[in-house]
């Protein structure tokens, strides 16, 4: 029988590589459609190299830093790296680094993203403690397309979980991590086979939806007030 083609995917990276972490174990699958053929970090001290060095995956490190404001000769370095490992997508995942327009714009449809909010809510940093301020009752994680404006791409999947009343930004982003360890996986194997893909500025997915992780857990309905006679 053929063998399904694995798509080459990089995952760039700039610190612990948790969602690093469950691309890896989901690619062990050998019908998962993208093996990770690059550990790319712009920080040689990011804790999620070892988690690629522990699986035998290819690393490089391209440190951001001796470049200062040349972000095209950065760019120009990781993108050497990316072609001499023949990749095909690339996954962005806690990859602290703004890239620029010509680089997004050549790897338009073929770069995604994890981010720690339900977009278009809450783009950039601090998500979980501005979800707690804003007092939400749904907050989440959202895989989408690179554009070049930051945290703005077409939406490919999201995943939402319930505030609950005692939450602090440890317990929201625990849960909220949770589902993207479940999230990114999915969402990128939905684009390494094709079943998602950007198509006229819009993300166009073919997977179905998970209604569980649709769904918020609502708490029991309070009992209704009694009236006084
Ligand atoms: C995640 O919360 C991700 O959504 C955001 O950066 C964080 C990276 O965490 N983009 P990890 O390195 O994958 O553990």
Redesign the pocket.
């Known amino acids: 029988m053929a063998r399904r083609v694995r798509r080459r995917v990089a995952v760039l ?9 469950a691309l890896i174990g989901a690619a062990q699958d050998p019908d998962y459609p993208a093996e990770i053929a690059l550990v790319l970090s712009n920080r040689a001290e990011a804790a ?1 190299l070892e988690r690629a060095r522990a699986a035998g995956i290819p690393t490089a490190v391209v440190e951001s830093r001796p470049f200062g404001r040349d972000r095209a000769g950065f760019e120009a370095a990781v993108q050497a790296a990316l072609d001499a490992h023949g990749v095909e997508i690339v996954a ?4 602290m680094r703004v890239l620029t327009e010509g680089f997004v714009t050549r790897w338009a449809g073929r770069m995604i ?4 909010s339900l977009l278009p809510v809450f783009p950039g940093l601090d998500t979980h403690v501005r979800a707690l301020a804003a007092g939400v009752r749904l907050h989440g ?1 959202t895989v989408h397309f690179v554009t070049p404006g930051v945290d703005e791409g077409p939406i490919i999947a999201q995943a939402a979980i319930g505030v609950r009343a005692d939450d602090d930004e440890a317990s929201l ?1 625990a849960r ?2 949770a589902q ?1 360890h479940l999230l990114y996986p999915a969402a990128l194997a939905w684009v390494a086979a094709g079943a998602a893909r950007l198509e006229g500025g819009r993300a166009v997915v073919d997977a179905p939806a998970t209604e569980e992780s649709l769904r918020s857990p609502l708490p029991a309905s309070p009992p209704l007030p009694t009236r006084k006679a």
Not at 92 to 95: K, N, S
């Open positions: 990276i700039s610190g612990r590589g948790s969602n690093l972490g999620g962005l995942a806690g990859f993203n994890i981010h720690p994680c982003a909220v991590l993207e």
